[in-house]
């Protein structure tokens, strides 16, 4: 069946719509989907990329690290400026151009992170909905929990059947089958003192555990085919999904948003569509804020400089990002562990790994690259540092709390970073999350263009504890290496700070070493979030409530990653989803209501 799509924006210029859902990402496929499934009203999803059910590989779990190498066409490509911090290099960052956006390009593992990060969430935007325990049923309602493991593996699981959903659209598990060497990496840790962590989605993800992949039968699940699959697309006979189409600008008048401007990609055409009720900005971290500006919605100082007519004037639009960061260290290993770099070096291999996975969705395929396995280590050293004793108050609360984790540290399968084209070979990432960083980034346009690319800017290593972070948590993960769990499995490091990694003296390694290869390496972390950040009335810079509704507007709404007040130690999918379901019922409701003040 072919999916219900209108693929060219020209065949509803001038029309007229109940509800406009600008980005078909992760936060904005919920939405629609949620309100098309109200009787009697019109719905336009607006997506920028392709419809993803025509690239079937976005499916396929051991193919995620080629995709985002390989499919520019499902990708948005935003380079930084010059990063001050990293020797002045620029970075890229990749984000899903694509229906289901970045929840089609990701690693799929779903990681909610600590129920302390949503009581702070609720706390600064005035909302008690935040609070883990109004957000835990929405959890629960968005899975599908399958609990199975493989029994050497049981040892290290033991979710709990009140924190977990089983008739949700999200599919959510372990995983069918998993990489080698996730109990060396788990015997590591606790050599390390870090305890198993029996669900590190149970609101404390604090020790080593199992990840938990939103993939089910050897399948990616995402936001693309759990809200808007065939079967429900062809039910929604009120919703229009509108691909390779972005939204330009939004339509002002005294104060209401009537309409958005699109821009379709293929023919270049421009057209206008109106909306009755609400207009929903679902473009992410980088593209909200884009579409705010362009509409006259930012701060009035930027706005004036690029002659676009201040609407309302929003200080805090574009400003505040906050991203976790990436770098990793990589080991060769004996041969005898097969890893996920030989998979795509040897066409034999690959080809074996091909025919499995299209019988019965087995095999090398249906694994993911970084294992199942992964640590939320807190680390004393950082709390024992200069640059701690130098936050507020306030900062020292947030990061002391126990069930906040310093940092993350992944086992990957094959290298990151090393090149080795030798199928022969073995190699083992840990690749290191860096999280609770201070530094915040800016996201500005270039010009009232919308074509113009954007100016990214996020401040990498910018602050000082951020710096201690990078160093301490590098630390910790050569420290796992080095113990006797992985004797006899690494070999040698071969990416990562400049010492010698079998008899350095981890402890006093210099920071002046530590940076110096930190500031080479270190990458985006994929989470980016607060240019359209939530806040009370009282907070100047916040450009939503925790309705969603941008400040000074009426009828106009922004729902994605972009809204987040806080950096959250997690996998910034589920807030994603979380974003999308709770704008979603707000909407619905005060529709409802609405008709029934009507009816009276």
Known sequence: MQPKTTLSATAISGQTFDFI????????????????????????????????????????????????????????????????????????????????????????????????????????????????????????????FDPKLPAHLQKFAAPQHEDHGISGPLKIGFGDEMVPGIETFVQACLENGISVCPDINSGNPVGVGLAQFNVRNGERCYAANAFLGESTRASLENLIIVTDTECDRVHCKDGVATGVDLYDRQTGARVHVYCREQTVLCAGTFGSPRILMLSGLGPRDDLERLDIPVQVDLPGCGQHMLDHSIITCEYKVNNSIHTHNQLFLDPSLLANAEAQYAKDRTGPLSMFGSSGTLTFPRIQRLFDSEEFSNLSIKQKTFLMEPTRPSAEIWLGSGPSVFQDDRPSESYMTHELLLQNNLSQGTVMIRSKNPRDPLIVNPNFLNHPFDRRIAIETVRMALKIARTKAYQGTIERMVHGPNIDFATADLDTVSDDVMLDFIRKNLDQGYHSVATCRMGKASDPDAVVDWRFRVKGMKNLRVADLSVCPILTCNHTQINAYLIGLRCARELVANHKARNQQAKL
């Open 21 to 144: 859902v600008c980005g078909g990402g992760t936060s904005g496929c919920v939405i629609a989907a949620e309100l098309a499934s109200i009787p009697n009203v019109s719905v336009l999803l607006v997506e920028a990329g392709r419809d993803s059910g025509l690239a079937p590989d976005v499916l396929v779990p051991g193919k995620y690290v080629k995709q985002l190498q390989e499919d520019k066409e499902g990708l948005w490509e935003l380079e930084t400026v010059p990063q001050p911090q990293l020797n002045a290099r620029k970075l890229v960052f990749l984000r899903g151009k694509q229906l289901g956006g970045s929840s089609a390009v990701n690693y799929m593992a779903l990681a909610r992170g600590p129920a302390a990060d949503y009581d702070e969430w609720a706390k600064i935007v005035g909302d008690h909905g935040w609070k883990w325990d109004r957000i835990l049923p929405l959890m629960r309602q968005l899975e599908d």
